[in-house]
């Protein structure tokens, strides 16, 4: 059974930096497509970005361009968000998913509980 789950969310000052992490068990994440996702309160979950197995990035919003940068450890198996100079906006629930290689980052099948982000101004 995939556990994912996800780690590092807090509360940040606008224009600091915050890591999250993901690990999800009995998977290794250079053989599947890894996803961020996010969702703020009253608002549909959105894609963030997305690491193909074979290391191809895809960024879903544009708004975290130059901001957010997804990356993956195969030595630790662990995935990464590194958010840099964050906004309030960027407040929410943050997500991490595994997905089948064979899809262009789509089909997300196992899901975290989520890691909360919280942005101060």
């Known amino acids: 059974q995939v556990q994912v789950v996800e780690s590092g969310g807090g509360l940040v000052q606008a224009g600091g930096s915050l890591r999250l992490s993901c690990t999800a068990s009995?998977?290794?994440?250079?053989?599947?497509?890894m996803g961020w996702f996010r969702q703020a309160p009253g608002k549909e979950r959105e894609g963030v970005s997305c690491?193909?197995?074979?290391?191809?990035?895809?960024t879903y919003e544009d708004s975290v361009k130059g901001r957010f940068t997804i990356s993956r450890d195969d030595a630790k198996n662990t995935l990464y968000l590194q958010m840099n100079s964050p906004k309030p906006e960027d407040t929410a629930m943050y997500y991490c998913a595994a997905g089948p290689r064979n899809a262009y980052c789509k089909n997300f099948a196992y899901w975290g509980q989520g890691t909360q982000v919280t942005v101060s101004s």
């Open positions: 690491i193909r197995w074979n290391g191809e990035i895809v």
């Open positions: 009995s998977l290794r994440l250079n053989e599947v497509n």
